[in-house]
């Protein structure tokens, strides 16, 4: 699921996902501890930007030399590709984990969900309906 990329950037491949549908998603990603010297800190990472409503990362925690994250993702379109950075601290470099999924529309059938990745509701959309209306 997590694929390597250049320096400073990580991909997570989540495979398929349904239409509107609202994700739990759970994994591991390496993690170094911080190198620079502006204190202890009490927190394993430092989200960046968190403030996307279709992407937004819960929770983060420490385990031995990774770190788990918790984010929740709203499939909104066919290939999503939603950007997460973290940093160790303030001065740190920020790191790029990339979500990618594709994203099934409404009769394509059903995806079989990887490990750490769980359908918790689904988001209504009006503009979906008009498939439905005969004249």
């Not at 403030?51 to 999503?80: G, I, M, P, S, W």
């Not at 790191?95 to 099934?104: E, G, H, P």
């Not at 490990?115 to 959309?125: A, V």
Request: aromatic residues 6%; charged residues 30%.
């Amino acid at each position: 699921m997590i694929q390597p990329q250049r320096h400073g950037h990580l991909d997570a491949q989540l495979g398929f996902l349904k239409r509107h549908h609202r994700y739990h998603i759970e994994f591991s990603i390496p993690w170094n501890g911080c190198i620079h010297n502006e204190g202890k800190s009490y927190v394993p990472a430092i989200i960046v930007n968190n403030l996307n409503h279709n992407c937004r990362v819960n929770d983060v925690t420490q385990e031995k030399d990774d770190l788990r994250l918790k984010v929740e993702l709203l499939a909104y379109h066919e290939f999503l590709k939603e950007l997460i950075q973290l940093k160790c601290c303030e001065s740190g470099t920020p790191l790029n984990i990339t979500l990618k999924a594709r994203v099934l529309s409404k009769d394509k059938g059903t995806p079989l969900l990887r490990n750490g990745i769980r359908s918790i509701g689904i988001e209504t959309n009006d503009d979906d309906d008009d498939d439905d209306i005969s004249e």
